[in-house]
């Protein structure tokens, strides 16, 4: 570990000790968790070792994070197991089905307002965009768009995403570890009828997600779009005691 390296991994560490601290002390259930700024100045460190930090009291269910409005100190009596992250190309697979994806665009673009808001980047940033129709067993069974942040991932091309883009991820070391992801219910436009094999206005699941590294680093926005009758959502509940 270089001096640096040993600074930053202690500047964490007593950061995430003083938020454990107050959350037990000072801070009720829902309460929001200063903001990244308010920390970065109250203890002089950089934004990277607060989402370190955050991450982990988020990963430890001590926090957490709702999109767009910021980070809540967690009830304990409602502290869920969180589910497992898992990529399209695992998704199918545990369904018994094999996953295939048709790469429809790949351009970086510059990121827009709510691309850069949610991957925490400067507005114009650049992103790369690719957006995949993905199949499963042959079939359509989702439009894909997402958004990754190239000063973080590196470039990418048509190689890249012809698989499993997490795989990709991992194997240049950007590990997806935990993600916020809503799923709502909607129809599909005209375009994404067509890609879909349905008519247009059919009902579609969607979701969104933003994926992050264990370190709380945004590399991903994603938007799925899944046909409603070849799709579910599927988790295992248990009932408290
Ligand atoms: C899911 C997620 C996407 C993610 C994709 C990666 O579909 N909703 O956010 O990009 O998995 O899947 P794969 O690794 O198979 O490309």
Do not use: N
């Not at 502290?79 to 665009?105: G, H, N, Q, V, Y």
């Not at 194997?171 to 909607?186: E, F, K, L, N, Y």
């Amino acid at each position: 570990m270089t001096a640096s390296t040993g600074k930053t991994a202690f500047k964490h560490e007593a950061l995430y000790t003083a938020l454990r601290t107050e959350i037990g002390a000072t801070l009720r259930p829902h309460d929001p968790l200063p903001s990244e700024r308010e920390l970065v100045a109250r203890f002089g460190v950089s934004r990277a070792t607060v989402r370190q930090a955050v991450g982990r009291l988020e990963e430890e269910g001590l926090v957490y994070r709702s999109q767009g409005a910021g980070t809540f100190v967690a009830d304990p009596s409602t502290i869920s197991k969180s589910l497992a992250l898992t990529s399209f190309s695992e998704d199918m697979r545990s369904r018994r089905l094999t996953p295939d994806s048709r790469l429809l665009d790949l351009t970086l673009v510059p990121a827009g307002v709510t691309v850069a808001r949610d991957l925490s980047l400067s507005p114009g940033a650049e992103v790369a965009h690719v957006r995949r129709l993905r199949l499963a067993d042959g079939l359509p069974m989702c439009v894909e768009e997402v958004w990754l942040p190239t000063e973080r991932i590196g470039g990418l091309d048509a190689g890249t995403v012809a698989g499993s883009l997490y795989d990709a991820l991992a194997g240049r070391g950007v590990q997806p570890h935990h993600a916020d992801q809503v799923i709502s219910a909607t129809v599909v436009d005209a375009d994404q009828a067509a890609l879909l094999g349905v008519a247009p206005y059919s009902p579609a699941l969607r979701v969104d997600r933003i994926t992050y590294t264990e370190a709380g680093v945004a590399v991903e926005r994603a938007e799925s779009m899944y046909r409603a009758d070849r799709y579910d959502f599927r988790i295992t509940v248990t009932r408290r005691t």
